[in-house]
């Protein structure tokens, strides 16, 4: 193992559409950006990362912050998490979570399979005290900056307390990943009335508004984007379905904007210039500038990505688990959630 | 009552938070437009209706195609629906639902109280057999042209047959309004395969795969704007969430642009040229540019805006109304309806 850094982070070389490649090109390219300030291991096929490792003329030079870990298995796509968690037993996720239970590393992080990687994590890692449901939370663009949406499509069928939870543990990540000290929590509901809503949400308006977070009430769809609440409280059949949308916004003003552009001449100009403007827009709300996100609830950093990440995803997907650990997410998390048992 | 048009349709001049001048203006704007293809019923406190008409020159012209109905109170904004409509005998929104009852009008239109509207659309004018549940379905922007998100906020809690119905009344609606005869349907969830979703979900795909309908599976959140199905189903709870989010978008990129063009004079220049060509795209996010929704399942065309109804909204409802009446919508719906009782 890396003995130079503080913090070493556990990353799977095999998880994601196009890996090894992008995993170990993001890896390096987030061990270039920041020598000696974290380690990475690199988990899975040996040979396979090897190989990448050898098509990047400056890897000797990165190599005292790299190490690989073998893994002989790898969990794919379209395994089904459970079935894979028991027959592959070598796998790239159970193994680099194993590192992470031992103390080994501080963080995982994997654009796998994100079933097997939730399962694998709650297994391997354990939950929380006081977690009933891990949760995953997700960083969104608004207009005043940026808010938490929790839960994210983790949790499809959800009873209140397990609400209740998200929004303790979104407070205490909301905090420490954007920096304020006491975040204010709405719930996502179709009114303002404490009355509105299924049942489930009301009675979810009632726990939040008795606990000691900084409730401010329900907050409603067109609340989102304008940042009314830093964590906007959810279960995971809305969340799911609300950010999927949020992330297929860029692509369709892309199309209405070329379609407007191949109106006339004069139009295709204007398209011209103003494509760096809404390049830089779109930018936001881009989910590969901000890598993946963190399976809350879980005894350790857990951190995952689409599958589809690019090189540049990987690398903020690591750089979010350094922040987690030198930020102590998981310490706040289980102080906030003992206030509650 | 105007003799001179096959179509009448009954206007709620009291609803909406600027009645009755901006509905008397799009009811005008309206008539104004399409002289002699339907009249407009002006529903409200007679003198009220007479002093904003007399604010219009050309009133005297136009009132071959205008009446007025009188009714003596106005259930406001704030007014719960069902106790209104107990003590309120006599408002805009009864009388009006009620000449349409009687076949006096063909169809009603209102800006008031949604929950009212929706209340007493149900209770006057009944629910079509087979109806458990009247829903609102939207018309939404698609990069292929329009789809219809139904339910769009009327029912929070639903059952897997509620769904189906939803997505019956749907199909006929959206192949009227689409011009497409047979309408793709796609249940909202949280992944492709049929086993994905809560209880509810996962029973409707069953519930709708076994239909007549024109079903192509779940669709995501990601779908929705690529225009993957004609007519998406959800609940009301999801359906508001996202619809509202979805109207908050302009108002996002409107502050993203101008921060962006505020960041140097180059910036500037590239914004001023391109705001035409945003202000085209944003327009079709706008539901003021599309008129209200229609409360689908009741027995009858009852076509519900939102309380900040422009003119322009109030005249597009009206439009919408008139459409719902001439290409029969209501017995599309009777007869779809049949085949599943």
Chains 1, 2 share one sequence.
Not at 19 to 46: H, I, M, Q, Y
Not at 103 to 128: D, H
Request: proline residues 4%; contains cysteine; aromatic residues 4%.
């Amino acid at each position: 193992m890396p003995q130079d850094s503080h913090t070493a982070i556990a990353v799977d070389a095999m998880g994601g559409d196009h890996a090894p490649a992008v995993v170990v090109e993001g890896a390096l390219d987030a061990v270039r950006e920041t020598t000696g300030r974290f380690s990475v291991v690199l988990v899975g096929k040996k040979e396979a990362i090897d190989r990448e490792l050898q098509k990047h003329p400056d890897t000797a030079t990165l190599s005292r912050h790299l190490d690989i870990v073998h893994a002989s298995e790898v969990i794919d796509m379209q395994d089904t998490p459970t079935a894979a968690l028991k027959t592959k037993r070598d796998s790239s996720i159970g193994v680099g979570l194993q590192l992470h239970r031992t103390g080994t590393v501080q963080a995982f992080v994997s654009a796998g399979n994100t079933g097997a990687v939730m399962s694998a994590s709650t297994l391997i890692l354990g939950r929380i005290p006081g977690v009933g449901r891990p949760t995953i939370g997700t960083l969104i663009p608004t207009a005043k900056g940026r808010a938490l949406l929790v839960d994210a499509g983790a949790n499809v069928d959800c009873r209140p307390n397990h609400l209740l939870e998200f929004a303790v543990m979104g407070s205490i990540y909301a905090s420490a990943m954007l920096g304020k000290a006491n975040p204010s929590v709405g719930l996502l509901n179709i009114g303002e009335e404490e009355s509105k809503g299924n049942e489930a949400a009301q009675e979810a308006h009632r726990l939040l508004k008795a606990s000691r977070l900084n409730f401010v009430g329900n907050v409603e769809g067109r609340d989102i984007l304008k940042g009314t609440a830093d964590v906007v409280v959810c279960d995971g059949f809305v969340g799911n379905i609300l950010l999927k949308f949020g992330e297929s916004i860029p692509a369709f003003f892309k199309a209405k904007f070329t379609a407007y552009a191949a109106g006339s001449p004069v139009r295709k100009l204007v398209g011209l210039v103003a494509r760096g403007g809404l390049r830089s827009i779109m930018k936001e709300l881009d989910y590969q500038e901000h890598g993946g996100v963190p399976l809350l609830g879980v005894n350790g950093v857990s951190i995952i990505g689409h599958g589809g990440s690019t090189p540049k995803a990987i690398k903020n997907m690591i750089f979010r688990a350094e922040e987690m650990v030198t930020r102590d997410v998981l310490l706040g998390i289980k102080n906030a959630l003992a206030q509650y048992s």
